[in-house]
């Protein structure tokens, strides 16, 4: 198996659909990956050299995948914290973020809130 941007792909498929293995990186992006590293996208995975391998990595840099994105919302959320915002009291809470309306909707999120409180009420005592 190779491995790209911390993802074992398998060496089965085909490059175009293998490459989708990776978080955030759709079809249409490992075309335009494999595009630009003018990599044959109908070759199996097992049959590309080191060479081609080392293309697709060096172009998948330039294209943010899940250890940049997660990064970027995790900072997001804690600048939220910083400045005390409404969005980040909804986050603590587990409670919808972005106004929408809680007496019929967002059922999911507010069981997780309810159970959260509770453990932490029993724990307290």
Known sequence: MARIAWVNIPDNKKVLFSLTYIMW???????KILETTKVNPELRVKEL????????????DKV??????KRSVALD????????????????MWLPVRWQNTKTNAKTRKKKSWRRWVA??????
């Open 77 to 92: 959320i804690q600048r939220l914290q910083q400045i005390w915002s409404y969005r980040w009291r909804r986050h603590k």
């Open 49 to 60: 050299s080191e060479a081609d391998l080392d293309k697709i990595r060096w172009e998948l």
């Open 64 to 69: 943010d995948t899940e250890s940049d994105i």
């Open 120 to 125: 932490i009420a029993w724990k307290k005592k």
């Open 25 to 31: 990186v759709w079809k249409t992006t490992s075309a």
